[in-house]
């Protein structure tokens, strides 16, 4: 339960849906956890929740304020010391169809998921290099950047550049000892689509997949554990890995 003591992880939008729980299975495992988001509220809520050995310290950060950037990470190596893990989450998904996507929604998504994940990166990069730390980084993307997804369009279109950022980013920066991969999740069941799952429409999209079945956070969870271990993932860069029972192989 302590694969990751001595670490100190910054994960971006950790104050809710899956950045909530990759910040405790983060902390179980040992590691220092700098939980960044807008809503401190729930950053301290969540610090409360802290179990194992690890610890879970709140920092504010808006990722689409990148004048803010790097005093953030500042704030967060002072709170921790140096960084050696990034987790960049923080991303926000409306589903909607082309024809009805809006200008300012889709800019709202192009400055979080794609704008706001590659400055964090190279924010912490900066730091990385200036140290000599050999660090890693693990951006949340999804198969939606894969594969066509149902009124996921300009979704999908965010997350396909992360998809590739993730892959320049690895090649750019394999010099400095840094390593650079993707979480790419397929349908995974969480408390805010759980109801939805076990409607009738829901079980109609479960029944469409290969497995019959949609992912669980846990499913992520075993693969960011794997990515940010640095003896585990040691020759892991530059992949973007889809959790989603070869939803995206269809």
């Known amino acids: 339960m302590n694969r990751l003591h001595g670490k100190n992880i910054l994960i971006t939008g950790a104050s809710?849906?899956?950045?909530?729980?990759?910040?405790?299975?983060l902390c179980v495992q040992g590691a220092t956890v700098i939980a960044a988001a807008r809503r401190m509220s729930a950053l301290d809520e969540l610090a409360a929740e802290a179990s194992g050995s690890g610890r879970i310290l709140p920092l504010e950060l808006d990722v689409t304020n990148v004048a803010g950037i790097d005093a953030a990470i500042a704030e967060a190596e002072r709170k921790a010391g140096p960084l050696d893990v990034l987790v960049n989450n923080a991303g926000i998904a409306p589903v909607r169809r082309a024809l009805e996507t809006g200008v300012e929604e889709f800019d709202a998504m192009f400055s979080t998921n794609v704008r706001g994940s590659f400055f964090v990166a190279q924010a912490v990069a900066r730091r990385m290099?200036?140290?000599?730390?050999?660090g890693r980084i693990v951006n949340t993307a999804s198969v939606a950047g894969m594969v066509v997804m149902p009124q996921l369009t300009a979704y999908g279109m965010t997350k396909a550049a992360v998809i590739h950022m993730t892959r320049c980013?690895?090649?750019?920066?394999?010099?400095?000892?840094?390593?650079?991969?993707?979480?790419?999740?397929?349908?995974?069941?969480?408390?805010?689509?759980a109801d939805f799952l076990a409607s009738e429409a829901g079980q109609k999209v479960v029944s469409g997949l290969p497995r019959r079945r949609a992912a669980t956070v846990a499913d992520l969870e075993a693969v960011l554990l794997m990515l940010v271990d640095s003896e585990a993932a040691r020759c892991i860069s530059g992949a973007a890995i889809p959790v989603d029972d070869a939803y995206s192989l269809m």
């Not at 809710?16 to 405790?24: C, D, L, M, N």
């Not at 290099?129 to 050999?134: I, P």
């Not at 980013?169 to 689509?193: H, K, M, Q, S």
């Open 16 to 25: 809710s849906g899956i950045g909530r729980h990759f910040a405790k299975a």
């Open 129 to 134: 290099v200036a140290t000599g730390r050999q």
């Open 169 to 193: 980013l690895a090649v750019e920066w394999a010099r400095f000892g840094i390593a650079v991969n993707a979480i790419c999740p397929g349908y995974v069941e969480t408390e805010l689509n």
